[in-house]
C-alpha cells in the first residue's frame, strides 16, 4: 500500500505538475492583489492628496493583518488541514480588497486592507507546506520554489491590468480586478486534494489510504513506505509554538524567522513601495509602473534558474549568495543615475528577492515535522511581517525628510540582505535530497 512517506527515487509525474499548479495559482492571486492595490495608492496620492503617513498607515494595517493571518491560518492548517485553511486564506483576501474598491476615504481604505493582509498572511505558509509533503524528495525544492514563478505572472498580470484599468477607469475597477481570487475559492475544493501526509498525522488513515490508492491508479504515482504513527490531535496555537522553540527545532525556527523577517522587510519595500518612491522622486507613474512589469518580468527565468539549481547545489548554497547579490543590487540601486542603470540594478535586485523569497518558502516548510509544519511556516511568515510594519515607517521618513537621500532607503535593504545571508550562513542546515520523515527525525 502507498504512503505519505516520499522516497527519494520517486519520479516526477503530471500529478506532481497539477498539485504545484494549484497551489501556484494561489500565489498568483496573492501576486496581483498586492500589486494591484500598490498602483491604486500611487494614484490615490494625487486624488485624495494622500501623504505619506496616510499610506504608511494602510501599509502597516495591511501588515498586521498579514502577520495575524500567518499564523492564526498556519496553526490552522495543522488542526483542520491545509486545503481548508487555503480556501479561507483566498477568501478573507478577496473579500478585503473588494471591499477596498468602496472605500471612501484612506481611513476605510485601511479597515479593508486589515481584513485583505489576514487573507494573504496565510497563503505562503501553507502553500509551501502543502507541496512539499506532495513532492519526491529530489524535487521537492523544484516543484516548491516553482511555485513562487506565479507570483511573477501575477505581478506581471497586475501591472498590465493597472496600465489598462488604472487611467480609463480609475482604481476602484483595478482593485476590483484584484478581488478575483473570488473565481478560486468557488472551484479550489473540487480540484484541490487535502495532503494524506496531513491526514496521516491526524489519524485519518482510511482517507489517505483511499487518497494514494487513487492517484497510484490514476496518474501511476507509486509513493511507497509506512504510514506513520498519527501525532496528536487539536494541538493549540501554544502547544505548538512553544514545541518550536524547543530542542533542535529552535534552532531552524531562529533561522527561518531571521530569514522571513529579512525577506520580506526587502520585498515589500521594493515591490509594494518602489512605484511611489519612483513617483515622489518625479517619475510619471505610467513609466514607474512600465519598469516594474520589467522588474517583474525578470523574476521568472530567474526563478526557473533557480528551482533546477536549488536540487542541485542545495538550499542553504542558493539563498546566501542570492542574498549577498540583492544587497550588492540594492546598494548600487540607490546610486542610479541613468535609466539604463535604474533598469540594470532593479533587475538584479528583483531577481534576487524573487529568487530568496521562492527558496525560503520551500526551505521553511520542509523544516518542521508535519505536526507543527502549517504553524512552523506560519510563525515564520509572521515574524517576516514585523518586517513589513516597520518598513513602511523607514519609508515614510525617507520620503517625508528627502534631505537623507534616495541612496538612504537601498542601503537598508541592503544592510538587511547581507544579514539575512549571514544568518543562513550561521544557522542554515543543508536539506537537499533528504525526505521529510528524514529531516523531521533529526528535531526528535
Partial sequence: MASPSV??????????????????VATL???????????ALAQLVAEWGL?????????ITAAVGALCGSIVLGNLADRIG???????????MALGTV???????WIS???????AGFGIGGVAPVVGAFVS?????????????????????????????????????GWRLALVFGGIPWLWVLVQKRVMPESPRYLAARGRLDEARQFLSHIQATYGVNIEGVLGQPSAQNRGLIASLGELWSGPLARRTACTWLLWFVVVYAS?????????????????????????????????????????LVDIVGRKYVLVPTLLVGGIAAYLFGGVASPVEILLWGSVLSLAIAVARGVMVSYTAELFPTRVRGTGAGSASAFGRIGSIIVPGAMTLAISSWSVGYGAVFIMFSSMLCVGALGVAILGEETKGRSLEEIGADAL
Fill in 109 to 115: 481604505l485601511a479597515a479593508f486592507q486589515l481584513i
Fill in 99 to 105: 471591499l477596498g474598491a468602496v472605500s471612501w476615504d
Fill in 133 to 169: 509533503e506532495f513532492a519526491p524528495a529530489k524535487s521537492r525544492g523544484k516543484l516548491v520554489t516553482a511555485v513562487e514563478g506565479f507570483y511573477g505572472v501575477g505581478a506581471i498580470m497586475a501591472a498590465l491590468g493597472s496600465l489598462v484599468l488604472l487611467p480609463a477607469f
Fill in 51 to 59: 501623504q505619506p503617513i496616510h499610506i504608511a498607515v494602510i501599509a
Fill in 268 to 308: 515589500y519595500g521594493v515591490f509594494v513601495w518602489l512605484p511611489t518612491l519612483l513617483a515622489v522622486s518625479g517619475l510619471e507613474i505610467m513609466r514607474s509602473i512600465q519598469y516594474m512589469l520589467i522588474f517583474t518580468a525578470v523574476q521568472i527565468p530567474s526563478l526557473i534558474a533557480a528551482a533546477v
Fill in 7 to 24: 522516497v527519494m527515487g520517486t519520479p516526477l509525474t503530471r500529478f506532481h505538475w497539477k498539485i504545484t499548479s494549484l497551489a501556484g
Fill in 29 to 39: 492571486l496573492v501576486a496581483v492583489d498586492q500589486g494591484v492595490l500598490s498602483f
Fill in 82 to 92: 491545509r486545503r481548508s485553511s487555503l480556501r479561507l486564506a483566498l477568501f478573507l
